[in-house]
C-alpha cells in the first residue's frame, strides 16, 4: 500500500522517482504525484488519479525536468476517495513545502479541529489525514526554520502508523522522513541519497541499503544521512547488502510477473534451503545469540527454545495458510503444541502467552499491519519471537528476537505464489532444527526428512511443465461461477490457498473445505456440474487419509459433481472418479502441499488471463498491507 520514493543527488528526479514509483506499483495504488525542486529553488507538485501513466503524461517537464532534489508517491485511498485532490503530494507552509504519507494518522480529526479553531484561514484542500500532516509541518517550519525539527515536533503529536518524507523550496537539497510503523528503507549512493518504502525504490541505482528503526527521523542530502530518535538523539543505524538486483525484479520475457514468480517457485524452495542443510543437519545460524535483530537490544539472546512449551504462529493470508502446514509439522516432529491465528484476531482477544511461548510471525512483505501489531503485543507480553519474512530490512523481523529469511527473491505480483513454497520450506527447516534440538526424532529420520525437502525443487519443476494443460483446462471453465476445494490433514491448507488464489485472480466465488468437513453441511452447494478440485493424499503410508478422501469424492461426485484432483502420479484409485487429474510426484504427506500448490495457483492465473484480468495487479488489493 502507498509507494513513497525520496531523492536528491545530481540525476534529474523525476526520472529516480517515476523509475522508483514503477517498480512499487505493484503494493497496488489508485493515484500518484511527484514534487520536485528545480536548480532555481522553485517547488513544482502534480498529482493525478489513476495509473501512473496518467501522471507521465500531465507533467510538466519542461518546469522540473532539472530538479534533483525530490518526493513521489502512489496512493492507495482510505481517508477519502481516490481522486486528484487527495492523491499526494500535500502542500503546507503556503504552498512552500510538500509532504507524502503512507499510513492512518489516527487523530488527525482532532488535529484538524485544532488547526481550525487556532488558524481559522486555513484552506483545506483534500480529505485527507495526510494534509493536515502537511499543514501541520509547515506551520512548524515557519516556526523554527529546520524541516528535520518541523517534522520532529510534528509526529511527536501523531498518533498510528505513518511514513511522512517532506521537502521544503527553502532548503533545497534536503528530504526528510519519518516512520512509526511503516516502512522506509534508505539507499545510499555516490553523491546520492534514496528513500524508499521498500528496497525496490531504489535498487536500480543503488545495493547498499539502511534500515530505519521504529520512530526515527532520517534527513538526506546528496552526500550525507542523518539519522535520530523522535527525541532529536542521533542513532546507529545498519547498512546490507540488497541480495538482488534490478533484473530479478523485471519480467524477463514472462507474460506476467506471476507467472515468472510462480515458475521460480522450484529456485524459491532450493534458495531458502541452501547453506541451512550440512552433513544431514539443519544449521540456522541466525538463530544464534550474536545474530539478534532486535536494534540495541540487550536481549541480544538471539532464539533461545530452552523451556518453550508452546507455538503461536501469526500471519494473515496465503502466509497463514504456510503457518497451518507448519503446525502439522512441528507437532509431529518437535511434538509441541502449535497454534495458528490470523494476526488481526490475536491480539483483540486477550491471548495467554507467556516467557514459555515462542510466537512465530510469517510474512513475505514483512510490514503487514496487522500481523506487526500482534508481534508488538508478544513481545509486550514477554514472548520470544521469531520472524519468518522474505523482505530485508523489513519492519517484523527489526521487532523479532530472531529472523529466518526465505530467499523467494522479490514478489512483484500482488497475489502471493512463490513465496508460500518458501515459507513452507523455512518453516519445515526450522521444525527439523526444534526436533534436533528437543531430542524428538532421531538425526537418521532428520537426515531423511532433509533429503526429501531438498528432492522436492526437482519434484516440483516437473509438475511445473503441466502448465499448458492445466491453461487449456482454466480456458474452459472462463463461464464458472463458482469452484469448491477440497482437501485433508496437509491438503486442507492446499485447498484453501487454492481457494483464495481464485478468488483474488479470477474474481470467481471460491471456499476451500476440509473434505472430512463437506457432509456437514457444505456438501448441499454441490449440483450437477459443480467443479470441485480435490487435493487427493497418496495413497501410500501407514496412516494416509487416501481411501476417506476417495470416499469424499464418491459422495459429491454421486451428486454430479466434476471432480478436478491432484494425486500422486498412477493413483489407479482416483481415475474412475475424476474427470480431470493433475498428477504430481511421489512425496510423503507434509511435503505433498510444495507439490500440489502450484497447478492451482497456474489454474486460478490462467482462468484469470482467459477472462482478460491484469492478474499482477487484481481490483482492491495491495502487495503490502500496512493500515490495520
Ligand atoms: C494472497 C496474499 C495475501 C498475503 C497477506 C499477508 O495472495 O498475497 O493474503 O499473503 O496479505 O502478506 P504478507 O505475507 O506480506 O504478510
Redesign the pocket.
Given at each position: 500500500m502507498c509507494g513513497i520514493v525520496g531523492y536528491v543527488g545530481t540525476s534529474k528526479s523525476v526520472e529516480v522517482l517515476l523509475g522508483g514509483l514503477r517498480r512499487l506499483e505493484y503494493r497496488g495504488y489508485d493515484s500518484a504525484g511527484i514534487a520536485v525542486i528545480d536548480p532555481d529553488g522553485d517547488l513544482h507538485t502534480r498529482k493525478r488519479a489513476g495509473k501512473l501513466q496518467i501522471l507521465v503524461d500531465d507533467l510538466d517537464l519542461a518546469a522540473m525536468a532539472n530538479g534533483s532534489t525530490g518526493i513521489g508517491h502512489t496512493r492507495w485511498a482510505t481517508h477519502g476517495g481516490p481522486n486528484d485532490q487527495n492523491a499526494h503530494p500535500h502542500l503546507g507552509d503556503d504552498g512552500k513545502l510538500a509532504l507524502i504519507h503512507n499510513g492512518i494518522i489516527e487523530n488527525f480529526a482532532e488535529l484538524k479541529n485544532e488547526l481550525m479553531e487556532q488558524h481559522p484561514e486555513t484552506v483545506f484542500t483534500s480529505e485527507t489525514d495526510s494534509e493536515v500532516a502537511a499543514l501541520l509541518v509547515g506551520l512548524e517550519y515557519q516556526r523554527v526554520g529546520d524541516l528535520a525539527e518541523a517534522l520532529r515536533l510534528v509526529v511527536a503529536r501523531l498518533h498510528g502508523a505513518f511514513t511522512l518524507l517532506v521537502l521544503h523550496k527553502d532548503q533545497p537539497g534536503v528530504v526528510v522522513g519519518a516512520r512509526r510503523n511503516s516502512p522506509l528503507v534508505i539507499g545510499l549512493g555516490d553523491g546520492e541519497n534514496f528513500l524508499g518504502s521498500d528496497v525496490a525504490a531504489f535498487v536500480e541505482h543503488t545495493r547498499r541499503a539502511v534500515a530505519i528503526g521504529q520512530d526515527q527521523i532520517v534527513t538526506i542530502t546528496a552526500d550525507a544521512v542523518t539519522v535520530t530518535d523522535f527525541d532529536g538523539a542521533p542513532v546507529e543505524s545498519e547498512e546490507f547488502d540488497i541480495a538482488w538486483d534490478a533484473a530479478a525484479a523485471e519480467k524477463g520475457g514472462w507474460s506476467s510477473f506471476m507467472a515468472k514468480e510462480i515458475s521460480e517457485e522450484p529456485d524459491a524452495i532450493a534458495n531458502t534451503l541452501r547453506g541451512r542443510i550440512v552433513d544431514g543437519a539443519v544449521r540456522l545460524t541466525e538463530l544464534d545469540p550474536a545474530a539478534s535483530t532486535k536494534p540495541g537490544s540487550a536481549a541480544s539472546a538471539g532464539l533461545d527454545l530452552t523451556g518453550v512449551n508452546r507455538i503461536v504462529i501469526l500471519?494473515?493470508?496465503?502466509?497463514a495458510y504456510s503457518g497451518m502446514l507448519a503446525k502439522y509439522a512441528i507437532e509431529k516432529w518437535a511434538k509441541l503444541p502449535v497454534d495458528v491465528e490470523l494476526s488481526h484476531e490475536f491480539r483483540y482477544r486477550d491471548p495467554v502467552i507467556d516467557a514459555s511461548t515462542l510466537v512465530i510471525s510469517?510474512?513475505?512483505?514483512?510490514?503487514?499491519m496487522d500481523?506487526l501489531m500482534a508481534v508488538k503485543y508478544a513481545v509486550a507480553n514477554g514472548a520470544r519471537t521469531l520472524s519468518i519474512c522474505n523482505t530485508q530490512g523489513a519492519t517484523i523481523p527489526r521487532e523479532s528476537d530472531a529472523v529466518i529469511y526465505t530467499h523467494a527473491g522479490p514478489e512483484v505480483a500482488?497475489?502471493?505464489t512463490k513465496?508460500f513454497v518458501a515459507q513452507v520450506a523455512a518453516f519445515y527447516l526450522f521444525g527439523l532444527h526444534l526436533a534436533a534440538v528437543r531430542g524428538t526424532l532421531p538425526k537418521e529420520e532428520i537426515s531423511d526428512l532433509l533429503d526429501e525437502l531438498q528432492a522436492l525443487p526437482e519434484q516440483l519443476a516437473t509438475v511445473l511443465e503441466q502448465h499448458d494443460a492445466i491453461k487449456q483446462l482454466a480456458g474452459w471453465m472462463t463461464d464458472t461461477r463458482a469452484v469448491l476445494f477440497l482437501g485433508r490433514h496437509a491438503g486442507f491448507p492446499v485447498a484453501l490457498e487454492g481457494a483464495?488464489?481464485l478468488k483474488?485472480l479470477a474474481y470467481i466465488h471460491a471456499e476451500g473445505f476440509a473434505a472430512g468437513e463437506l457432509k456437514h453441511g457444505p456438501i448441499a452447494l454441490i449440483e450437477p456440474g459443480q467443479p470441485v478440485f480435490v487435493v487427493v493424499p497418496s495413497p501410500r503410508g501407514r496412516d494416509s487419509l487416501h481411501p476417506k478422501v476417495v470416499s469424499n469424492i464418491q459422495e459429491i461426485r454421486a451428486r454430479g459433481a466434476r471432480i478436478l484432483a491432484i494425486a500422486e502420479q498412477g493413483d489407479a484409485a482416483v481415475l474412475p472418479y475424476a474427470d480431470v487429474v493433475i498428477p504430481i510426484p511421489l512425496a510423503s504427506t507434509l511435503f505433498e502441499p510444495l507439490l500440489a500448490v502450484a497447478p492451482l495457483q497456474i489454474f486460478a492465473m490462467e482462468l484469470a488471463a482467459a477472462k482478460g484480468l491484469d492478474v499482477d495487479q487484481p481490483r482492491n488489493l495491495a502487495?503490502?498491507?500496512t493500515v490495520e
Amino acid at each position: 500500500m502507498c509507494g513513497i520514493v525520496g531523492y536528491v543527488g545530481t540525476s534529474k528526479s523525476v526520472e529516480v522517482l517515476l523509475g522508483g514509483l514503477r517498480r512499487l506499483e505493484y503494493r497496488g495504488y489508485d493515484s500518484a504525484g511527484i514534487a520536485v525542486i528545480d536548480p532555481d529553488g522553485d517547488l513544482h507538485t502534480r498529482k493525478r488519479a489513476g495509473k501512473l501513466q496518467i501522471l507521465v503524461d500531465d507533467l510538466d517537464l519542461a518546469a522540473m525536468a532539472n530538479g534533483s532534489t525530490g518526493i513521489g508517491h502512489t496512493r492507495w485511498a482510505t481517508h477519502g476517495g481516490p481522486n486528484d485532490q487527495n492523491a499526494h503530494p500535500h502542500l503546507g507552509d503556503d504552498g512552500k513545502l510538500a509532504l507524502i504519507h503512507n499510513g492512518i494518522i489516527e487523530n488527525f480529526a482532532e488535529l484538524k479541529n485544532e488547526l481550525m479553531e487556532q488558524h481559522p484561514e486555513t484552506v483545506f484542500t483534500s480529505e485527507t489525514d495526510s494534509e493536515v500532516a502537511a499543514l501541520l509541518v509547515g506551520l512548524e517550519y515557519q516556526r523554527v526554520g529546520d524541516l528535520a525539527e518541523a517534522l520532529r515536533l510534528v509526529v511527536a503529536r501523531l498518533h498510528g502508523a505513518f511514513t511522512l518524507l517532506v521537502l521544503h523550496k527553502d532548503q533545497p537539497g534536503v528530504v526528510v522522513g519519518a516512520r512509526r510503523n511503516s516502512p522506509l528503507v534508505i539507499g545510499l549512493g555516490d553523491g546520492e541519497n534514496f528513500l524508499g518504502s521498500d528496497v525496490a525504490a531504489f535498487v536500480e541505482h543503488t545495493r547498499r541499503a539502511v534500515a530505519i528503526g521504529q520512530d526515527q527521523i532520517v534527513t538526506i542530502t546528496a552526500d550525507a544521512v542523518t539519522v535520530t530518535d523522535f527525541d532529536g538523539a542521533p542513532v546507529e543505524s545498519e547498512e546490507f547488502d540488497i541480495a538482488w538486483d534490478a533484473a530479478a525484479a523485471e519480467k524477463g520475457g514472462w507474460s506476467s510477473f506471476m507467472a515468472k514468480e510462480i515458475s521460480e517457485e522450484p529456485d524459491a524452495i532450493a534458495n531458502t534451503l541452501r547453506g541451512r542443510i550440512v552433513d544431514g543437519a539443519v544449521r540456522l545460524t541466525e538463530l544464534d545469540p550474536a545474530a539478534s535483530t532486535k536494534p540495541g537490544s540487550a536481549a541480544s539472546a538471539g532464539l533461545d527454545l530452552t523451556g518453550v512449551n508452546r507455538i503461536v504462529i501469526l500471519g494473515c493470508g496465503t502466509a497463514a495458510y504456510s503457518g497451518m502446514l507448519a503446525k502439522y509439522a512441528i507437532e509431529k516432529w518437535a511434538k509441541l503444541p502449535v497454534d495458528v491465528e490470523l494476526s488481526h484476531e490475536f491480539r483483540y482477544r486477550d491471548p495467554v502467552i507467556d516467557a514459555s511461548t515462542l510466537v512465530i510471525s510469517v510474512s513475505q512483505s514483512g510490514e503487514t499491519m496487522d500481523t506487526l501489531m500482534a508481534v508488538k503485543y508478544a513481545v509486550a507480553n514477554g514472548a520470544r519471537t521469531l520472524s519468518i519474512c522474505n523482505t530485508q530490512g523489513a519492519t517484523i523481523p527489526r521487532e523479532s528476537d530472531a529472523v529466518i529469511y526465505t530467499h523467494a527473491g522479490p514478489e512483484v505480483a500482488v497475489a502471493s505464489t512463490k513465496a508460500f513454497v518458501a515459507q513452507v520450506a523455512a518453516f519445515y527447516l526450522f521444525g527439523l532444527h526444534l526436533a534436533a534440538v528437543r531430542g524428538t526424532l532421531p538425526k537418521e529420520e532428520i537426515s531423511d526428512l532433509l533429503d526429501e525437502l531438498q528432492a522436492l525443487p526437482e519434484q516440483l519443476a516437473t509438475v511445473l511443465e503441466q502448465h499448458d494443460a492445466i491453461k487449456q483446462l482454466a480456458g474452459w471453465m472462463t463461464d464458472t461461477r463458482a469452484v469448491l476445494f477440497l482437501g485433508r490433514h496437509a491438503g486442507f491448507p492446499v485447498a484453501l490457498e487454492g481457494a483464495l488464489k481464485l478468488k483474488e485472480l479470477a474474481y470467481i466465488h471460491a471456499e476451500g473445505f476440509a473434505a472430512g468437513e463437506l457432509k456437514h453441511g457444505p456438501i448441499a452447494l454441490i449440483e450437477p456440474g459443480q467443479p470441485v478440485f480435490v487435493v487427493v493424499p497418496s495413497p501410500r503410508g501407514r496412516d494416509s487419509l487416501h481411501p476417506k478422501v476417495v470416499s469424499n469424492i464418491q459422495e459429491i461426485r454421486a451428486r454430479g459433481a466434476r471432480i478436478l484432483a491432484i494425486a500422486e502420479q498412477g493413483d489407479a484409485a482416483v481415475l474412475p472418479y475424476a474427470d480431470v487429474v493433475i498428477p504430481i510426484p511421489l512425496a510423503s504427506t507434509l511435503f505433498e502441499p510444495l507439490l500440489a500448490v502450484a497447478p492451482l495457483q497456474i489454474f486460478a492465473m490462467e482462468l484469470a488471463a482467459a477472462k482478460g484480468l491484469d492478474v499482477d495487479q487484481p481490483r482492491n488489493l495491495a502487495k503490502s498491507v500496512t493500515v490495520e
